[in-house]
């Protein structure tokens, strides 16, 4: 439930970001304050950075993929995208790494539940985006940033299975330590100077930096250690939902019938793919 609510409440809180402060800006800060916080846990527990060009090289893959450039596509479509609407296009996630699993990772293989379950999702995203690209302009390219971050992630979860392995809260600390050091350049030369930040947009900058990155990747893998990753996978039902009611609750974002019924086709489709095929039938 903690990470329910820290990742539910993270397009909120972009959101809030991102109206007065710049994206590349919100991608930095938060990116910057998530490795100091786990450096600090890292540091705290005894444990060391391989020193291997190698493993540095894989945590720079797995940041362009799975942090620098899904947290910038997000927080640069949430500038015109309200925040509940980017929360269930993320759910597409799971659906999108199931498909590229059967291609890439080796007993990962679709039947005809995941296919279904496939369907129902990209037509609940298709019922949001929609209204987006029918617009054109700006809030085209602003779903399609958002839809094109899910695909990050997907891709990159198959780069974690592919890549080689490391103690994960070492990993993850690397990871967001090279997504630190590339964003860095990009915030100076392309962050504009900005006096005007608001003290929301500011709070919710740290936070985002401090809670959904840096003490919600703790809890991530201490409920993988303690509860394993079949269990925690049953937080994609939630996320959505969560990020959802806060956009229409707290931000007062607009709320049609039509949200309603793509949030049912994604989180059906997730559930249906969890139906398990009989071994004689696989």
């Known amino acids: 439930m903690v990470l329910v609510a820290l990742w539910g409440t993270s397009f909120m809180f972009t959101a809030i970001s991102v109206a007065t402060v710049d994206p590349v800006a919100v991608v930095f800060y938060r990116l910057g304050l998530g490795a100091v916080v786990l450096s600090l846990v890292i540091y705290a527990r005894g444990d060391s950075f391989p020193l291997e060009w190698g493993a540095w090289g894989g945590f720079l893959v797995m940041a362009i993929a799975g942090n620098a450039l899904p947290f ?19 759910a597409i996630m799971p ?7 059967h291609y890439f990772v080796e007993g990962e293989t679709l039947n005809r539940y995941k296919l279904i379950g496939f369907t129902l999702g990209i037509t609940g995203v298709t019922l949001l985006l929609g209204p987006v690209f029918g617009g ?19 891709v990159n979860a198959i780069l974690i299975k592919r890549l080689p392995r490391f103690s994960p809260m070492v990993g993850a600390c690397g990871v967001l330590i ?40 703790i809890v991530l893998f201490a409920v993988i250690e303690r ?42 489709g997730i559930a249906v793919t969890r139906i398990r095929l009989p071994l004689a039938l696989r």
């Open 178 to 217: 090279m997504a630190s050091l590339i964003m860095f350049p990009v915030w100076l030369i392309f962050a504009p100077e900005n006096n005007n930040i608001s003290q929301d947009s500011m709070f919710s900058v740290v936070w985002l930096g401090i809670g959904p990155t840096g003490i919600a990747t």
């Open 227 to 268: 509860a394993g990753p079949t269990f925690l996978s049953t937080i994609n039902y939630l996320i959505p939902v969560v990020a959802f009611l806060c956009g229409a609750w707290l931000l007062s974002e607009p709320v049609t019938w039509l949200h309603f019924v793509a949030l049912l086709a994604i989180l059906g």
């Open 95 to 101: 659906l999108l790494t199931m498909v590229f699993a």
């Open 136 to 154: 054109g302009g700006r809030e085209f390219w602003s779903g399609l940033a958002i839809f094109t971050a899910a695909t990050c992630y997907a």
């Open 72 to 90: 910038f596509l997000i927080s640069w479509g949430q500038q015109t995208v309200d925040s509940g609407v980017a929360g269930m296009i993320m």
